[in-house]
């Protein structure tokens, strides 16, 4: 048997702190790109690191993607600040971040109704139909700042979304994003525990994302969840994604325990919903990077 040489051991460490500088440091850049200093060396510099990497085109015609400008900036910096908030050994979940990575979380999940609109909708006919509707409601939990539901107010102009989060703080960064945003009447948000959601037959669409939100609120919320759909209402279980090589489950296993929430899988994901009665039960594959995202109807 071959013994391991201290080389070897010291460039196993070195290679592999120097991949992920790479992608760290192509996440800053991404950020800086598309941040709102574009003028300067830097920016130069940062948008030369993303015509290497080939996405040079994609970010000059931002019409071609299903995300603003802003969206992607939130994408880039939003994983960058969580993971520097781990560091300092302080870290007490989710409502423990500044507001400025708050924000960009915000961002990033803003761009959750475009996915919706391309990768769901079009398995769900009646859905569509269903939210174009006047009176047409949507419950979103763990509202956070308030962009996933903004987002979903600008895309289905009849839409009323009621948001959810147990953090004051967040609320009051959400109500000032919802009062300048330009779907402030359709939009609102209340400081509650999805665990004790007592709304009925209310909500055409759901969503909860069981990274963040810890058990037993996550189970006790998808039943009430559930029993507030109206029927043929969808409910969206975002959770992570376990199928892939044994370093990306462990990472995503990380980011959940970071989050403070559940590590649920699809498929356990599926058992919920169909335990809960809600039939058409499936898995939408959303692009690389967006939460693994099981759905079902009542
Ligand atoms: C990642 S944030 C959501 C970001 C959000 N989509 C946005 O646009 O800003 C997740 C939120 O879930 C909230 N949360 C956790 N447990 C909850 C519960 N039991 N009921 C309601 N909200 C909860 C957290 O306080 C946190 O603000």
Known sequence: MSETTDEQVTMRITGAVREWDLGATCLAALAVATGAAAGGALAGAARDVMAAAGLDDALADPSRLPFSAE?????????????????????????????????????????????????????????????????????DVGTGVGALAIGYAQAFPRLH????????????????????????????????DVAELADEAGYDLAWIPAPFVPEPAFSNGVARIAAALRPGGM????????????????????????????????????????????????????PPGAPGLTVGLR
Do not use: C
């Open 71 to 139: 969206q992607v900036h939130g994408m880039a910096a939003s994983p960058l600040l969580q993971a520097a908030a781990l560091l300092d050994g302080s870290h007490a979940g989710w409502s423990a971040h500044s507001d400025e990575t708050l924000i960009a979380q915000g961002r990033a999940s803003g761009s959750a109704a475009a996915l919706f609109t391309r990768f769901v909708l079009p398995h769900f006919a009646d859905l569509a139909d269903r939210l174009a509707r006047p009176g047409a409601r949507m419950l």
């Open 161 to 192: 979304v009621v948001g959810l989060d147990v953090e004051p703080r967040v609320l009051r960064l959400a109500q000032a994003q919802i009062s300048a945003s330009p779907v402030a009447d359709r939009v609102e948000v209340r400081h509650a």
């Open 235 to 286: 409910l969206m279980i975002g959770h992570g994604i376990y199928e892939g090589t044994e370093l990306e489950n462990a990472i995503a296993r990380f980011k959940t325990v970071g989050y403070g929430g559940t590590p649920l899988d699809g498929d356990s994901a599926a058992r919920l919903l169909a335990a809960h009665g809600l039939t058409a039960v499936r898995r939408v594959q959303l």
